[in-house]
């Protein structure tokens, strides 16, 4: 199997992109945080431990072109912030397509799989002849610790 640099300089030509430091530099950061949902600012701040002459605008940019090639995967939470994590399609480890519970209290993210949909999308396919490409899953409610710092009671 090749290493994550020579997949992800594959990746970039196949969507007809030279490959720059930057680009290589982003789709490392958020592989070697998966589960992870960063910010283009905690991103910024990862990059620059090793590449101290990449600047902010120069990430943001790189975010907004992998994430339009479906190299990354865009989460907003209507919070004002976007946050950014490495696609499936970017990470053969991260292949299974996953969701999303935001606790409503702390904001901690947490990703979770399942494969209740894809059964969901396969009727949708046989019955209304609608073949889904692609769906978003965010549930909101209350993660463990928060539930139990208020005492296990109903938040």
């Not at 431990?49 to 339009?68: C, K, Q, W």
Request: hydrophobic share 35%; proline share 2%; with cysteine.
């Amino acid at each position: 199997m090749p290493d994550k640099q020579e997949q992800f300089k594959a990746l970039l030509r196949t969507n007809g992109l030279k490959i720059t430091n930057q680009r290589l530099a982003i789709l490392e950061v958020l592989s070697n945080r998966p589960g992870k949902h960063l910010t283009a600012e905690e991103i910024y701040e990862c990059v620059r431990e090793d590449h101290p002459e990449i600047g902010l605008a120069t990430v943001y940019r790189t975010i907004l072109l992998l994430s339009e090639l479906n190299l990354i995967d865009k989460l907003n939470l209507g919070d004002g912030y976007a946050r950014y994590e490495i696609s499936a399609k970017s990470c053969e480890e991260n292949s299974h397509h996953h969701h999303h519970l935001i606790c409503l209290d702390c904001g901690n993210i947490y990703a979770f799989q399942d494969d209740l949909l894809e059964n969901l999308e396969e009727k949708i396919k046989e019955t209304l002849g609608f073949e889904v490409k692609d769906h978003e899953v965010k549930l909101f409610g209350y993660c463990k610790n928060c539930i139990e710092k208020k005492g296990g009671t109903d938040i």
